[in-house]
């Protein structure tokens, strides 16, 4: 079973607008990790968030993570078509380093 | 800049095969991990390892063998290949000491079993 839910599953928005897509886990994190895979490839590292209420910033991409650890929500202003993708929180370690992933949400942003 | 490098981008094999998925990294790098990707699924932990000759069992371990001869390598085995192994295999790596868990991917194989 997945321990880490991300919603929504998929998401279409208009270029320009802002939207937001959320990653809950019913344990507490040791540390949250936002991916983003491009259709077909890999995952490129976005951020790491750690402590409760930290809030990080990369271009127009913001992420917080929520004072109990146990949620995170990844924020896009004025979305861009080089947005598009596939965002996946990841949240580790559990045994021995290993990192486990939410199922993903994709994002088509239309022109 | 790590590099992650998955032997094939795309595979087709047929049902009963064995199937090697080779992935090497190049940046000294002490943990390795094998997932696949599914659609609706996400990324599901198959094995991982911390150490040369060390392997970890994750989530979905079945109808796969792993091998780490050397550090820098980590070998995914499908003994007989079957249908429900057709999928996007990811590896990665990651240095606890120096990027905590931050993982590196490499660009992925398309497998599908015919």
């Known amino acids: 079973s997945q321990e880490l839910e991300q919603s929504p599953q998929s998401l279409i928005v208009q270029e320009g607008k802002n939207l937001t897509i959320n990653c809950t886990s019913s344990k507490t994190l040791y540390g949250l990790y936002w991916y983003k895979q491009k259709y077909g490839e890999g995952l490129i590292f976005l951020m790491m968030?750690?402590?409760?209420?930290e809030e990080k910033s990369h271009e127009k991409i913001t992420a917080k993570l929520d004072e109990k650890k146990q949620q995170s929500s990844l924020h896009i202003t004025a979305s861009q078509p080089s947005h598009a993708g596939i965002y996946l929180c990841?949240?580790?370690?559990?045994?021995?380093?290993?990192?486990?992933f939410g199922a993903g949400t994709r994002l088509t942003v239309k022109p | 800049d790590v590099k992650v490098t998955q032997s094939s981008r795309y595979l087709v094999k047929r049902t009963g095969e064995k199937v090697f998925l080779e992935c090497v990294q190049d940046m000294d790098h002490e943990n390795m991990f094998w997932y696949r990707q599914d659609p609706g699924l996400g990324l599901r932990l198959i094995y991982f390892s911390y150490d040369v000759k060390m392997k970890e069992k994750g989530d979905i371990p079945e109808g796969y063998s792993v091998s780490r001869e050397k550090k820098e390598r980590f070998s995914l085995i499908l003994e007989s290949a079957s249908t429900n192994q057709t999928s996007m295999y990811l590896c990665a790596s990651s240095s606890p000491m120096r990027d905590r868990e931050k993982l590196f991917f490499g660009s992925g194989t398309q497998l599908s079993v015919l």
């Open positions: 968030l750690q402590k409760g209420g």
């Open positions: 990841g949240a580790g370690p559990y045994n021995n380093n290993d990192m486990r």
